[in-house]
């Protein structure tokens, strides 16, 4: 059974600007539900999220006059930041057979998210800052309500996985791979030139196509929250606990789950299935391995 | 025909901290030499080295209040940084199949290392700041001549490249693998818990260990240098194409080879013939193919 887990920020830092102390002690959490799942029998691809990292790494640019390194750098930096700590946590937990790999995605550099850069990134910024960085900002409001700005990078579709051959005949070697993070590495490949480009692909997007490549019996988003709600956010609210992919991309069509978070993760298990997979399922970064037996978060089937 | 090269600093920097820019220039140059072994049927692993870059992460994190990284985590950080530009390069010349790995390298916590840090590390410091740091410090002498203080790790031995069994099996599937890159995250092993410890490993030590993992026929020290030099820094110094390894033990044995920069090389080279390699290579960045073919550099066998 090949299984491919999506790790959100919750799976990874307990919020906030946090320190690498808590990272680890959020990531050995996880890392017991990966375990798990490594023991039923499960061959593990993980990728992650690295949004208050890139961040964190973002904001030291700016407060310090060493040479800048562009964003496809920096994402690639948060790859093996946050790789290795998941990788030593999943070593001790499994065997020291775990690979974390940089990895590149397409991108097709005429996707029309270039003309309009809509990904909020980095520090917050006053409007007198903004207006002396070489970067587009765009207004945003901050966790406090004040009105500040920050850098927005363009968020293109993800094609292909560079790297995605090497993945593969990884995770056939039977040890877990660690891959794919913050969405991978945006690159525009033209006439055989491979270029980094200033862009954050959606994570959950990456981890559909990673899903695909890998031939995964199951895709599995850990997430904030313990499951998908229907009439997200409304007084309904209620949790599903399975549906099919019909169900499902109606409830999406009527604009059930919230935009930036569940949606994205919908979205990418309904391509998933669509692609010809078994079964995806959303959870809680505390109760992967239940929901993957079945008995937790919701259950999502081709129908 | 297996073969592992290790990339000093001017085959990755043009030197200081330079420019994401400026470094992908030099690494195109060394691509072109790492394309043409590949094109002469070398399966290659590629280590390289992270003073600048390292030092640049540092130095930020002085000059930021965003919350400290250990230096392990750093390390990681720039084997993905490096190691994004390097894969990328080859990807470009080699083919799309090349893949960077975060690599840990087990270190004895008991080392006598552990007692003396004499690696400095980061940026210069006044001995006022110096006083600040809880990390230990040492005197040192700028570039200007002037007396500064820089923070000092322990450099232990490595003793066995953590992921060695999975940069094995990929380059047995015929494509390039970066590795170990900053001589690797080193890691204390004990009672099956890992734990990343605040020191540097030596890169050429720890390519030594890669390249006997591999079982390279060819071990290459690509450096700043076109070659060993007999004498070094005198009058009579001259350069040495061939050499058996006992020859060479003798001059190491004289002190003829510069401390910290040619002698670590040459240690490793002897090192890894000891253990059963078939030839090493000292070679200048711009002539690796050249010095593998034979034609430039010095010519290491066992004797």
């Known amino acids: 059974m090949r299984t491919v887990v999506a790790l959100g920020g919750n799976a990874l830092t307990p919020g906030g600007e946090a320190t690498i102390a808590d990272q680890r002690e959020r990531i050995a959490e996880t890392a017991d539900e990966l375990r798990d799942l490594h023991e039923a029998g499960h061959d593990l691809v993980v990728t ?14 700016e407060e310090s006059d060493a040479p800048e390194r562009p964003l496809d750098v920096l994402v690639a930096e948060t790859q093996a930041q946050i790789g290795y700590l998941v990788q030593q946590a999943l070593d001790e937990r499994i065997d020291r057979r775990v690979a974390s790999v940089v990895t590149q995605v397409e991108v097709d550099p005429d996707d029309s998210a270039f003309d309009e850069p809509s990904k909020p990134v980095g520090p917050y910024l006053s409007a007198e800052q903004a207006s002396q960085r070489a970067f587009e900002t765009a207004e945003v409001t901050t966790s406090e309500g004040e009105t500040a700005r920050r850098r927005v990078v363009p968020s293109p579709e993800p094609a292909r996985v ?32 491979i270029t980094g480009v200033e862009a954050v692909v959606d994570k959950d997007c990456t981890t559909r196509l990673v899903a695909e490549r890998v031939d995964a019996d199951v895709l599995v988003m ?82």
Chains 1, 2 share one sequence.
Do not use: W
């Open 48 to 61: 992650h999220g690295n949004g208050p990292q890139v961040g964190a790494l973002l904001r030291q640019q």
């Open 162 to 193: 560079v790297e995605g051959e090497r993945i593969d005949s990884l995770v056939a070697d039977g040890a877990p791979v660690v891959c794919a993070g913050g969405g991978g590495v945006p690159v525009a490949v033209e006439a055989g030139d």
């Open 222 to 303: 850990a997430t904030d929250v313990p499951c998908v709600y229907a009439d997200f956010g409304t007084p309904e609210q209620t949790p599903i606990e399975e549906a099919t992919a019909p169900e499902l991309r109606e409830r999406l069509a009527a604009g059930e789950f919230g935009e930036g978070s569940m949606e994205p993760k919908v979205r990418a298990c309904l391509a998933f299935l669509d692609a010809g997979g078994e079964r995806a399922v959303v959870a809680g970064a505390d109760a992967v391995a239940a929901a993957v037996a079945g008995d937790a978060g919701t259950q999502i089937r081709p129908g």
